[in-house]
T-cell receptor, first 112, second 113 residues
Framework: ELKVEQNPLFLSMQEGKNYTIYCNYS?????LYWYRQDPGKSLESLFV?????AVKQEGRLMASLDTKARLSTLHITAAVHDLSATYFC????????????FGTGTLLAVQP | EPEVTQTPSHQVTQMGQEVILRCVPI?????FYWYRQILGQKVEFLVS????????KSEIFDDQFSVERPDGSNFTLKIRSTKLEDSAMYFC???????????FGPGTRLLVL
């Protein structure tokens, strides 16, 4: 059974600082997603990572994937308050469907 | 930009009552999903639906749950006899194919009293 773990669960950081969120998963998968969720809101797709060594960047966020280590990272550069949200990684489980197994989420609070 | 919509945004119901949550997926998508998120917890897969039938369901999706695509646009989740532990945010999602990104709706917050 595929398990997805994220750490840290909670991250408080100051504006301008850099930090990394980690996502580990237990079995082979061919796709990994990062989603953002604002309080009480839906899930916004940020990145999809398809292959080993894939790196995607959007603004201050950069995601990477190491399929051999079964590890993805979401790196935040020079954080700003607007990035405060919960970030989830989600891994596609094998089988006939596109079922997503979500990580526990990382609540990011960027302090001015 | 096309988006997934869900109604109602909030629903309060008494334990034992039936509820129907409605979703309108993105129009050219073929794969539909329901997930739920209990307050403060991670998002959990409930069911996937393709070609008018369930393609996969989780252990959570027991006999009290059912899904239907009654017409060409709506996708519904029915809970026949709600329990307190069904209180959660329910998200509908759709994708164009099995390898496509899933786009999530805004969710329905269900509270069972």
């Amino acid at each position: 059974e595929l398990k997805v773990e994220q750490n840290p669960l909670f991250l408080s950081m100051q504006e301008g600082k850099n930090y990394t969120i980690y996502c580990n998963y237990s079995t082979t998968s061919d796709r990994l997603y990062w989603y953002r969720q604002d309080p009480g809101k839906s899930l916004e797709s940020l990145f999809v990572l398809l292959s080993n060594g894939a790196v995607k960047q959007e603004g201050r966020l950069m995601a990477s994937l190491d399929t051999k280590a079964r590890l993805s990272t979401l790196h935040i550069t020079a954080a700003v308050h607007d990035l405060s949200a919960t970030y989830f990684c989600a891994v596609v489980s094998g089988g006939a469907t596109n079922k997503l197994i979500f990580g526990t989420g990382t609540l990011l609070a960027v302090q001015p | 930009e096309p988006e997934v919509t869900q109604t109602p945004s909030h629903q309060v119901t008494q334990m034992g009552q039936e509820v129907i949550l409605r979703c309108v997926p993105i129009s050219n998508h073929l794969y539909f999903y329901w997930y739920r998120q209990i307050l403060g917890q991670k998002v959990e897969f409930l069911v996937s639906f393709y070609n008018n039938e369930i393609s996969e369901k989780s252990e959570i999706f027991d006999d009290q749950f059912s899904v239907e695509r009654p017409d060409g646009s709506n996708f519904t989740l029915k809970i026949r006899s709600t329990k307190l532990e069904d209180s959660a945010m329910y998200f509908c999602a759709s994708s164009a194919g099995t390898v496509g990104t899933q786009y999530f709706g805004p969710g329905t917050r269900l509270l069972v009293l």
